[in-house]
């Protein structure tokens, strides 16, 4: 406790690092603050409706990635999910699309003209979600809640063309409070939004549980216990998971830099275990909730039934085989073992034992598959545990802390703060974080 206490006192004694969380902080604020502001012309008394209708599915997924900001009709309802789909879009096509590839290979020039590409994509999908989810606001809220419409005398059109106009510039207002963090905060601007929103819903969650295993059955704070326990262990889980890494061995062959020669020194490839992240997670919960469009025809027997059922075994089978599929996907989107092998000839290094070129490439390939097998299981894992957890007695939204794309996240973004701090606590000659050496983010060793 004493290390922790002097931990926290060496973070502010460094200025730049004061201001840089103080200044990350009060943009928080401002974006937490912003998911309460209903759009204008909405009487906020009568969103209950919407609220419970954003408690669980994909639009419960998008409703916990905003802060509760979608249920609310905020704003910042879309919040930074339509930069998220752009930049996926974009580092797809970089894999795919010639004139793509050649900018991400351009350094700092093509970085900058492939986050204005990013923007601009990012306004085209505003374009196309913003008028979905008034519609969608339009069916769950009655229509008296509509005070512009009902009293102004303003027609749906003109209402709806305005409220799509607020809503893209809250989305691309909350994309450039990210910016900012990343600029002049601490960590991820982007990622600490979406960590901040899913964090934001876990003191409600936690309470409904304890007050639904306190008011249902005898020893519920028992119970409770032991559910916090689970999630730790869960949560230290998916921390290892985030930091494992396989090590390639490479021997650096003899070569001189000016007057010093440098000898043949032992180094290592890292190749990350889990190289996709959390993309896997998204890619297939996004296609698990197609068969509930036939649901509307059958939804209680057959394949819409089993495809419908979140705790039922098909679904969460089905859901772990494509977990598995994508990180494979994924992985080979974003590795590229042809590259690693050309940059390794053009150092001057090579594998022991494998020839440079296109047998090293075979190679790596060949790790990477081996790697990724038990990383995408583990995956796998991590993406059903919610079912298990609600098949348990667990509430829905506390359910969704013990595994998926929110707890990967938590872990994957409190990885890359805690250790932008502990970078600058080392820079000043004070001791990191941790006692048993460096903290590893999602970027690498």
């Not at 003209?113 to 085209?124: G, H, M, S």
């Amino acid at each position: 406790m004493k290390k922790f206490i002097e931990t926290i006192q060496n973070i502010f004694k460094i200025e730049e690092l004061r201001k840089r969380i103080v200044y990350t902080v009060l943009l928080v604020l401002v974006y937490r603050l912003g998911c309460f502001i209903v759009l204008p012309g909405i009487d906020a008394s009568m969103l209950a409706k919407l609220q419970s209708s954003t408690q669980e599915g994909l639009v419960g997924l998008l409703n916990m990635f905003s802060g509760g900001a979608f249920g609310n009709a905020s704003i910042f309802a879309l919040g930074v999910m339509p930069y998220i789909s752009a930049s996926i879009v974009v580092q797809l096509l970089g894999m795919f699309v010639p004139y793509f590839r050649k900018l991400q290979m351009e350094g700092e020039s093509g970085r900058r003209k492939i986050n204005q590409l990013t923007r601009y994509l990012t306004i085209a999908i505003l374009a196309i979600q913003c008028p979905a989810y008034m519609a969608q606001v339009h069916n769950q809220v009655p229509g008296s809640a509509f005070v512009a419409v009902n009293q102004l005398g303003m027609s749906n059109f003109t209402y709806n063309l305005v409220c799509t106009i607020i809503l893209m510039a809250g989305s691309m207002f909350v994309m450039w409070l990210g910016e900012r963090i990343t600029d002049r905060g601490v960590g991820n601007g982007i990622s600490l939004i979406i960590m901040i929103g899913i964090v934001a819903r876990l003191p409600y969650a936690l309470v409904s549980e304890i007050g639904t295993k306190l008011s249902t059955s005898n020893g519920g704070l028992l119970f409770v216990i032991v559910e916090l326990v689970f999630l730790f262990l869960v949560f230290c889980a998916a921390i290892a998971l985030v930091q494992a890494v396989r090590r390639i061995p490479v021997q650096y062959a003899r070569r001189v830099i000016g007057n010093r020669q440098y000898g043949g020194v032992r180094q290592y490839i890292p190749i990350k275990i889990n190289a996709a992240g959390v993309m896997p997670i998204i890619f297939a919960q996004a296609l698990m909730f197609l068969p509930m469009l036939f649901s509307r025809w059958d939804s209680t027997r057959g394949f819409a039934a089993a495809m419908s059922n979140y705790t039922g075994v098909w679904y969460n089978l089905v859901f772990g085989i494509l977990v598995v599929i994508f990180t494979y996907f994924y992985t080979a989107v974003t590795v590229n073992p042809n590259m690693m092998a050309e940059d390794m000839k053009k150092n001057g290094g090579f594998i022991p034992g494998v020839k440079p070129g296109k047998a090293t490439a075979n190679f790596i390939d060949g790790i990477l598959d081996r790697v990724t097998l038990p990383g995408s299981i583990m995956l796998a894992i991590i993406a059903i545990l919610p079912a298990l957890a609600m098949k348990l007695g667990v509430t829905n939204q506390f359910a969704s802390f013990y595994g998926g794309t929110s707890l990967l996240i938590l872990v994957g973004v409190i990885l890359d703060t805690l250790q932008q701090i502990e970078s600058y606590l080392l820079m000043r000659h004070y001791d990191g974080l941790m006692k048993t050496g460096r903290l590893s983010g999602r970027s690498g060793m």
